[in-house]
């Protein structure tokens, strides 16, 4: 019998929270004063929030959603910074939301439009699911940000129309969505309104996917047309993979198919698991966690080896240059271990959150915060861009005819704060470290925490703790995976980590007072990270790590043909801190390397290879890119 | 003033050549006595030698260019070993020509089925010339092999229709094929028949390429369609470089698009400069000859990086699971270089020719003649091909739906004398090693060239010349690149290479009297071959070779993860012949390499890594997949 999932730990609200420092102020800064106000642009240009008026492209299935996430992006943000100006947009649309919703409460722009008969004919495809499920999310963040109901209400009622229309019940279609996503919506519904019925729709959503007979060919057969099985490519030998339909999803082994449908699938999961304590569902989540992050993910926390069918493909397959690893998949990474972190304060789950935070998702937007990559690789020679087919070009774009991945990282990084800070009944969790303060409540007293740190480019963190009364709790800090030996003093005495270290967490449990203070320190050296043997891209290979950011070496430093590069094994590499390097500075590295001298111009040779010695600069891979185009790798020969 | 190009060495005649050895023998029965009916009964079986009977599927327009060189290749194995009942098969299909053929001369049973007025009317994609010349290669072969001249005439009447058609005079239209082929068909019919005007429409159509208004635009703009200037993926920059079409041949400085088409082309180009003397079409040809084999070309001689248009990337891009490398593309290869050795007695020209032809020519049919690779990738992980698009399959097929490959390569296979010999006014040049003996003439005089081998796999060729009268001659022998140190002995006497090489050809001049013997031994230690800085896919990594034969490692003999295993600098690699292999036997290598030792499930770790010694044994690659489906890879990580 599995044991019962509970969540243990509870994020700190948004409004609780605020989120400073050196690093993060001027990323959070861009984000609402440059992003937002962009993607809400490139929304209303491309007529996603003006939705009836024009008849949308066939990409207009995912209108809404692209909004919705604008919308919820933007309620975080006002959760910081009030605006006026920002709420009057937000109204404008809710207003139309209430004007288009029917009377039975459906809403969607699209099919509205193009033909209203065709509602809930092909969850398999049409995303009718998907979109309602970021309405919802939308509606709770405005809802918590600034107390207005109404959006709220839209989407309850939006979703009291799915309930009625999707269930086991008579007359009900067994559907499910083809790209999940409002799992973890419906639970934040649940969270905002205490009403059960939504969290129970998630669970139905959850517990029927993949189950016999396949609702997706049904509802083809339904439509009159042959169900399409899409799987594996050249073959449906696991038919509907590709959105998690395969099996039931307590049946699932391994992380299958597109990676965002796959990774909010998880959330969702996850999530159900905590509120209705469904243990077999935790064994569920924890098995394809273990299968994503030991087996399918990429150094810089990423995730999807293949951009057709923007897909998982098979373990150990993390193929460099022709890699997909979105923006929205790795976001969804992060979305899974935060949920993962609620059930099991383990540190390994924020390890992953913070890699993908620190790589492959902050990688998704330039450093001005007006460009973005859909794609992250972890290698690129722009040339072959020109002649692989689906590859996204080898540089960031202002915006996507499929524009999930712009809204999806503003709302990551508008929201950050609620990553930072957990409670339980008498503990208070720090997952990760940035300068800032949580208001908190331990037994009944407030609780203040404050970080002071210039992480992830220095190596201390200074935390003050500031309870209303002295009281009695853990202060549960966590200690990062990648640093080997943490160093913690409390007022001054220094704690050995050892002492205290559950599942990664430092456990520091006393009658805190007042202005306690807590000084924790990461050694960052630079280490060396190598693959599993079975990673035939990295074979030989390391890649250079600090505290949590991954390096690259990029064209603009170290000229052409990257590859080469052979870093020896007893090499020094060396850091500092370049303050003139784009997005307000970055700690660089370097060190000694060689490369190989073309002997002569020939392409094959049986002379021995003649080496030149060199020195490299690494940057870190999220600020690659800013300095034009150009090759780029993360892997290094060593040798 | 570029020189004036001319044909300075004459292939030795099929029909007076022969090949035999322990080497050959075995393959070319097999080509004749299993590839040759089974590919026979696979066109029958797919209509392809059935014409109008059936309409043919839209892949029909490339019907009659398998049966073309199906008959291609039986009519060069009739030449060595006579079969009534395949010329029965082949008068067949000329009866059917000769009373399909239209009043005006033309022939194509596509078009003739799916409607005369479409013909010629879209020469950018629809592959008529393209089967014309393949036609017209097989009606020569069978007259030179049977002295029948109906098939001949059939192609003479169509070769005066395409030349009525096409052309620069009043009411022609100004067109070229889009897939190259009919350039060097047109030679071959000029040879075998003496009809200047034929070589004079090959030189029209080479000529003629790329020229501005361009054709290909002005056809689809006559159909009243938009042109479609398909160039690079996901842009036009090189409107029509797909098809060698982007700018007049002369102009042309790198490899580019089809290789397929590209290499076809460039023979065609060395086969007009050869027979009109224009040296500026051989400065193209040599420089387009440069950019294949020193930028674009793989190390077991494929060419062709992507299977996104089959073609050419750019330099250096010679990536390794998701190359092309098509079989025919090789074989285009061995065409090409054939004929840059008649305008120049260059051994890189036989180096290339013998790299391809012993390794991605060879791997692209299984040992036992029944099955066949389109694409020579130089490693393979199966499960990959589950998750990319358009890749072929990972092991052999018995037949392709667009079915090129196999009959090429059985007339490459069954005209491999040609490639052995060739004669000037007074020099007989020996290019291949090979069992087998040539029947020449030299100053008037008959002259036989016998030679007794196990090349590849030894490294010993015995050489007798018998001239009817003693006779003063140069005796021409190929040193292979390959070859640090060969040794040659002339009638027992020792001769330095050194002495008489000239561009990689050792040149013994002397009166040759009956019987007199040469000795070579080149001898062949294990090479390791290291590739071009800038070829990133082969940074840090090296392919072993002996003699002309590159190896590989396959999972068989290996395990899986071959990417893991690395092959100390100072490794000995030993040599050994096992009579049990597929395919007759072989010489296969050992070597103590080395592995990492996965230090726990952790797909990523700052540990150093741990390593095993494994003994490893690597195969010839074009024997290869002979043993089932697995992995294999050629480039092996060194250190």
Redesign the interface.
């Known amino acids: 019998m599995p044991a019962r999932a509970r969540r243990r730990l509870v994020p700190v609200p948004l409004k609780h929270v605020t989120v400073d420092g050196a690093f993060w102020t001027p990323r959070l800064r861009t984000n609402r004063e440059t992003t937002l106000p962009l993607e809400y642009d490139q929304c209303k240009r491309t007529g996603r929030l003006d939705q009836m008026k024009v008849r949308p492209p066939a990409r207009g299935k995912f209108y809404d959603s692209d909004a919705a996430k604008w919308i919820e992006a933007a309620a975080y943000a006002l959760t910081a910074a009030p605006d006026q100006a920002v709420e009057r947009k937000i109204d404008a649309y809710v207003r139309w939301m209430q004007a288009a919703q029917l009377g039975d409460g459906y809403l969607n722009s699209y099919f509205q439009i193009v033909g209203i008969d065709r509602r809930w004919t092909n969850l398999h495809q049409d995303h009718e699911l998907y979109c309602a499920g970021h309405l919802m999310e939308a509606a709770v963040a405005y809802f918590q940000a600034t107390g207005k109901r109404a959006m709220l209400d839209v989407m309850r009622r939006c979703a009291d129309h799915i309930g009625r229309t999707f269930g086991r019940g008579k007359g009900q279609k067994r559907g499910y969505p083809g790209h999940p996503e409002i799992e973890l919506a419906l639970v934040k519904l649940y969270r905002a309104t205490g009403e059960r019925r939504h969290l129970d729709l998630a669970a139905y959503f959850v517990n029927e996917r993949g189950r016999a007979p396949h609702y997706f060919e049904q509802e083809a057969l339904a439509r009159g047309e042959a169900p399409q099985p899409f799987g594996?490519?050249?073959?449906v030998?696991a038919a509907y993979d590709h959105r998690q339909a395969h099996a039931p999803v307590r049946e699932q082994r391994t992380a299958d198919g597109h990676s965002v449908c796959a990774l909010y699938l998880y959330a969702g999961m996850a999530d159900v698991a905590m509120e209705t304590g469904d243990g077999t569902l935790l064994t569920a989540c924890r098995r394809l966690w273990r299968n994503v992050?030991?087996?399918r993910?990429y150094?810089h926390g990423g995730v999807g080896?293949?951009r057709?069918?923007e897909?998982f493909?098979?373990d150990?397959?993390l193929p460099e240059?022709?890699a997909y690893a979105e923006t929205c998949a790795n976001i969804a990474l992060v979305f899974f271990a935060h949920r993962m972190l609620q059930l099991e304060p383990r540190a390994e789950y924020a390890d992953v959150l913070e890699r993908a935070l620190y790589n492959s998702v902050l990688s998704g937007v330039s450093a001005d915060g007006t460009r973005f990559f859909y794609a992250n690789w972890p290698a690129v020679?722009p040339?072959?861009?020109?002649?692989?087919?689906?590859?996204k070009?080898p540089t960031r774009q202002d915006w996507f005819g499929c524009a999930c991945c712009p809204p999806n990282l503003a709302r990551m990084l508008a929201s950050l704060g609620q990553y930072v800070y957990m409670t339980t009944r008498d503990a208070v969790y720090v997952h990760l470290y940035t300068g800032g303060t949580a208001k908190c409540t331990v037994k009944g007293t407030p609780v203040t925490v404050t970080q002071k740190t210039d992480y992830p480019w220095k190596e201390r963190v200074r935390l003050t703790v500031r309870p209303e009364d002295p009281v009695n709790f853990t202060l549960a800090l966590r200690l990062p995976g990648?640093c080997?030996s943490p160093r913690i003093t409390v007022a001054g005495k220094r704690v050995r980590p050892a002492d205290v270290d559950k599942h990664g967490y430092a456990h520091i449990r006393r009658t805190w007072r007042r202005g306690d203070r807590v000084e924790l320190r990461l050694p960052m050296p630079v280490?060396?990270?190598?693959?599993?043997?079975?990673?035939?891209?990295a074979?030989?290979k390391t890649?250079l790590?600090r505290g949590p950011v991954v390096y690259c070496l990029e064209e603009k430093d170290n000229g052409?043909?990257?590859?080469?590069v052979?870093l020896p094994r007893t090499a020094a590499v060396s850091a500092r801190f370049d303050r003139r390097f784009p997005g307000g500075g970055a700690v660089v590295l370097s060190a000694r390397a060689r490369?190989?001298?073309?002997q002569d111009?020939?392409?094959?040779?049986?002379?021995r290879?003649r080496l030149r010695a060199v020195r490299i600069r690494a940057v870190p891979y999220f600020l690659w890119n800013n300095r034009g185009e150009g090759e780029m790798r993360i892997w290094l020969?060593?040798?």
Chains 1, 2 share one sequence.
């Open positions: 594996r490519i050249g073959g030998t992050t030991e087996k993910m150094v080896s293949t057709f069918g897909r493909t098979f150990y397959d240059e022709t020679k040339e072959a861009h020109n002649f692989r087919e689906r590859q070009p990648w080997r280490e060396r990270v190598r693959a599993h043997p079975a990673v035939r891209q074979a030989g890649a790590q052409p043909d990257l590859a080469d052979a490369r190989t001298r073309a111009k020939s392409l094959y040779t049986t002379g290879p020969r060593e040798g």
